[in-house]
């Protein structure tokens, strides 16, 4: 979620070799979905933007950013945290959850969804204006605002 656009991307974390069977206490994922996937999936799709997106990433309290550390390394991007039990300080994220309830109701198993029905969603969340936004969508306001970083680069 780019939070002065809105725009969405979602990830799709497939299950990780040795994972499944029995729930252990303390165990790992039962899907494999843990901090190490969540770390890939954001590397890999973080890369992909443009320089001018990946300033910082800001996360709740989660579990599945324990290699936050990693991420930096691998990706440059500063990770943020917010306080516990405050969802106010990711409003924009919060509101966007709302959104893919939507899509996904409480519950849903997500891993029943391949990564095109994920990206269909943020496609139809990408393209529905927002009174945010001017009634533009996501995906106009993110194309405005990176054509005007890039005219205002000069060239190299």
């Not at 190490?36 to 320089?51: G, S, W």
């Not at 800001?58 to 516990?84: N, S």
């Not at 039990?85 to 924009?92: A, D, E, N």
Request: glycine share 8%.
């Amino acid at each position: 979620m780019e939070r002065s656009t809105r725009f969405t991307m979602l990830l799709h974390l497939p299950s990780m070799p040795g994972h499944g069977g029995p729930r252990a206490k303390n165990g790992p994922p039962l899907a494999g979905r843990g901090a190490e996937a969540v770390r890939d999936a954001i590397t890999n799709q973080i890369t992909t933007l443009p320089e001018q997106l990946r300033r910082s990433l800001t996360w709740d309290q989660g579990a599945e950013m324990a290699k936050h550390a990693e991420l930096r390394i691998a990706t440059g991007l500063p990770v943020y945290f917010c306080d516990p039990h405050s969802p106010w300080q990711r409003g924009t994220n919060e509101n966007t959850n709302g959104l893919l309830g939507q899509y996904f109701p409480k519950g849903t198993d997500l891993a029943r969804h391949s990564a095109e029905d994920l990206a269909a969603v943020a496609a139809t969340l990408n393209s529905r204006p927002r009174k945010t936004l001017g009634w533009r969508t996501p995906a106009e306001a993110l194309d405005e605002y990176l054509c005007s970083t890039a005219s205002a680069t000069p060239p190299s």
